[in-house]
């Protein structure tokens, strides 16, 4: 499985790849988590607001923070 954390580095994105992190963790899930903080790859994405959240190559939320539940949902979906 591959995670991308989509965005500059700021606090909202620090939290995004927290809680994905403890989501895989309370899953005992493992992945590849990236984080992404070049503009011009995040807009390759059609991300034009972060954070943004990319499992498996599918956006899965774009300028908001998902909760931990949300992002522990994704997760068991791509893993199927």
Known sequence: ???KIL??????????ERRTINALSELNVSADVQKIKDIKK???Y??????GLVINGKIKASG???SKEEIKEWIQEEKN
Request: charge should be positive; aromatic fraction near 4%; hydrophobic fraction near 30%.
């Open 1 to 3: 499985m591959e995670i």
């Open 7 to 16: 965005g500059p580095g700021c606090p909202r994105c620090e939290k995004v």
């Open 42 to 44: 995040i807009s390759g």
């Open 46 to 51: 059609k991300v034009f607001i972060t954070p």
């Open 64 to 66: 908001r923070i998902p």
